[in-house]
């Protein structure tokens, strides 16, 4: 990539929304002599999990297992894959999904977040009859067949997939009220924007530089405070990594387990409380 202001491709790189396509991809050969990695947020709109039509919900979401897959339902690897297909069946919404409450900002009222930690875990795992026991009851069979090489897409492209977690979701709130104050424009729904602010988060509290294509998100990025260098059309905005901003400390009586990411760097913690019964 060459433009004015251009400058080298950093070793670590967050890639935008956006770019999750094969078109990207071979447009910007570049990338692969950097360590890719995505929101998880970014990972399950591009795999069809939220529903666009609604500002909360989900069409699916994955059970959180771990590398000895089956060990939060105490059964073997095959048994599991047979108990997660009658699962997906009547409940493509696992109960066995990760679960994070995100508190009110001023783009968007208090939410609760479902299945990062999943995703991630599935993808840095490979677990994909897993995945694809879930997507298949919850999309139509076109829209699986996209979803599905989207999947295969992320799983060869991308080294990781950094899950939501407390702090990141601290950041996203802060940047959301700051979006708004700052006069930014909400495309789309509310939802959409906050999805913005957590994969724009998800750097903040990383470091790790963004990538995007989106000239709006630029201007905000710059706004922050950032350095933003351009690369023919696309900005790779660097932040200078916070801890989380402070508030109140509220006792949830809830109780999280630690994931360990990859790359071995980035550690992510989610609560793994499943949601109620509905």
Do not use: C
């Not at 979401?61 to 009547?90: I, M, T």
């Not at 996209?146 to 060869?156: M, T």
């Not at 402070?246 to 809830?254: A, L």
Request: proline share 7%.
């Amino acid at each position: 990539m060459t433009g004015p202001g251009a400058a080298a491709t950093p070793s670590m790189l967050l890639l935008d929304t956006n770019l999750l396509s094969p078109a990207k991809f071979a447009a910007n050969a570049t990338w692969s002599d950097s360590t890719l990695v995505i929101a998880s947020t970014s990972a399950q709109e591009v795999l069809g999990m939220q529903r666009p039509d609604q500002e909360t919900g989900y069409r699916y979401a994955l059970p959180a297992v771990d590398g000895r897959l089956g060990v939060r339902v105490n059964v073997l690897p095959d048994q599991f894959l047979r108990w997660a297909r009658e699962h997906a069946k009547h409940r493509p919404v696992s109960r066995q999904t990760d679960t994070l409450t995100v508190r009110a900002s001023r783009l968007r009222q208090e939410s609760r977040e479902l299945g990062h930690v999943a995703v991630a875990i599935a993808h840095e795992t490979g677990q994909d009859q897993l995945f694809e026991a879930y997507a298949s009851r919850a999309l139509r069979a076109k829209q699986l067949r996209r979803v599905l090489e989207k999947w295969k897409l992320l799983r060869s492209k991308l080294d990781a997939v950094i899950p939501l977690d407390d702090v990141i979701a601290e950041h996203a709130v802060d940047l959301a009220n700051r979006f708004i104050e700052s006069g930014q424009h909400v495309k789309g729904s509310a939802r959409n924007t906050m999805n913005d602010m957590y994969v724009a988060a998800t750097s903040l509290s990383t470091g790790i530089p963004l990538v995007t294509d989106d000239a709006q998100l630029r201007a905000f990025y710059n706004e922050l405070g950032w350095t933003v260098t351009v690369n023919d059309d696309l900005y790779i905005a660097s932040p200078d990594p916070r801890p989380a901003p402070e508030r109140p400390y509220v006792d949830t009586g809830q109780r999280g387990d630690r994931y360990v990411n990859r790359p071995p760097n980035l550690r992510a913690h989610s609560d793994q409380t499943p949601p109620p019964s509905r």
